[in-house]
């Protein structure tokens, strides 16, 4: 598959290169971050290793063999030290990637304490090292915890996020005015991994069927390999994101699945935020510290998938109608629609209360100090459909207790024709 987008993150590794010293890049697996690193020093005869599961002489000796051809010394270096000491040696600047750091900082606590030192007095000025790793919780673990040896060494944390709609039609040669190819968006989310298994003439319930239902199917084992990644253990995790994605968004409802009390489950909701594998969602301008009115949702739309469609039908998937399947598809589909919709408005959010949800709310970027409300609807819609639902709208704001305070509204109807936009 060609590679496309990154044009920001790959700027900010030449911008990195120029000023040397520590680079820590960090995003979810199958999100692209090896590719674009290799990609990015092959023109600069960087160095590159990815680093193994292994007790740290193995590690450093796989390290030593990836990086040989490119070191001048006939030493082999059998610890971290003799390892960093032929770097501090190299006669010319080099740009190194260590690729799933995460790996080497467990099989060896002290490897963070000896780099920190490392790169205080010894790295060789403009040389530029790249740190690497998927798991979230562990990278912001070394990196972001003020108690950390690394803290503060780094000159940038680069998060390479998942790409976006557009880039997934441009890599996959679809056309992103379609629904249908919005729909196959929707089973792979901007995890460019999955896209080698699009194929743009087969439709969404054929996608879903060969990465989930089919025999051995490639995504079966996924949340349990990110949550492995993540340092997230026990049957407690995949217990909430079961709850969650069969409909349970409140905390109180999440404890009630699990058959447990509220309060057992705020270190692992907590854990599932840090691994971004959930997302808090707090009514539209309203924090954390002033309302418990919070919700849950799986974040990355694979993942959503997982639990919301094929956990629940995998034993009976293949004695469905096929008018059925389609419909399980088109209904999360419109799941992340609501989201991409989201996306499109700088700052928007959703927003509830006792007896009414509004889709989307958002300050209006043209209009001052208002903010634009809206219905999404994962259909295409008549322009009397349009006028019923604007009604409608303005009758539920009119019972929102944010009408008080902001006046001034814009309301908007959106359809998947915003998908030509």
Request: charged share 30%.
């Amino acid at each position: 598959m060609d590679f496309v987008n990154r044009e920001r993150e790959l700027a900010e590794l030449g911008r990195a290169a120029r000023r040397g010293g520590l680079l820590v890049i960090f995003g979810r697996r199958r999100v692209g971050k090896t590719r674009l690193v290799r990609r990015w020093l092959e023109g600069r005869r960087g160095l590159y290793s990815q680093a193994i599961e292994a007790p740290p002489d193995l590690q450093v000796q796989q390290v030593f063999q990836d990086l040989r051809a490119g070191l001048e010394t006939a030493i082999v270096p059998k610890s971290w030290p003799e390892l960093l000491e032929i770097l501090s040696l190299q006669k010319r600047r080099w740009v190194l990637c260590l690729d799933e750091f995460p790996y080497l900082a467990a099989g060896d606590a002290t490897l963070p304490s000896r780099l920190q030192a490392w790169l205080d007095h010894s790295m060789p000025r403009g040389c530029l090292l790249i740190l690497s790793g998927s798991s979230t919780r562990m990278m912001h673990g070394l990196f972001l915890d003020r108690s950390a040896p690394l803290y503060g060494r780094a000159s940038k944390l680069l998060h390479i996020p998942p790409m976006d709609y557009a880039a997934f039609c441009r890599a996959c040669a679809l056309d992103r005015r379609d629904p249908g190819s919005f729909e196959k968006f929707a089973l792979v989310g901007g995890i460019p991994k999955y896209w080698e298994f699009v194929e743009p003439r087969r439709d969404a319930v054929a996608l879903a069927e060969s990465l989930y239902f089919d025999f051995a199917p490639y995504m079966e084992q996924e949340p349990q390999r990110i949550l492995r990644d993540e340092g997230v253990a026990g049957a407690g995790a995949p217990a909430v994101l079961e709850a969650v994605g069969r409909g349970a968004e409140r905390p109180s409802e999440i404890a009630a699945r699990l058959g447990t009390v509220q309060t057992n489950l705020s270190r692992l909701l907590e854990q599932l935020l840090d691994a971004s594998l959930l997302v808090r969602d707090l009514p539209y301008g309203e924090s954390s510290r002033s309302t418990k009115r919070v919700l849950y949702r799986i974040q990355d739309p694979t993942i959503r998938f997982w639990f919301r469609v094929y956990s629940p039908h995998r034993s009976r998937w293949a004695s469905l109608p096929l008018a059925d399947r389609r419909k399980l598809v088109h209904d999360h589909a419109s799941t992340v629609f609501e989201d991409y919709c989201r996306s499109r408005f700088p700052g928007a959010g959703r927003y509830w209360e006792a007896g009414l949800e509004l889709d989307l709310v958002a300050p209006d970027a043209g209009g001052g100090k208002g903010l634009v409300v809206a219905e999404v609807k994962w259909r295409r819609l008549s322009n009397r459909e349009r006028s019923g639902l604007l009604r409608e709208l303005g009758e539920k704001w009119s019972r929102s207790s944010l009408r008080a305070r902001h006046p001034k509204v814009r309301f908007e109807v959106l359809d998947d024709r915003i998908l030509g936009e």
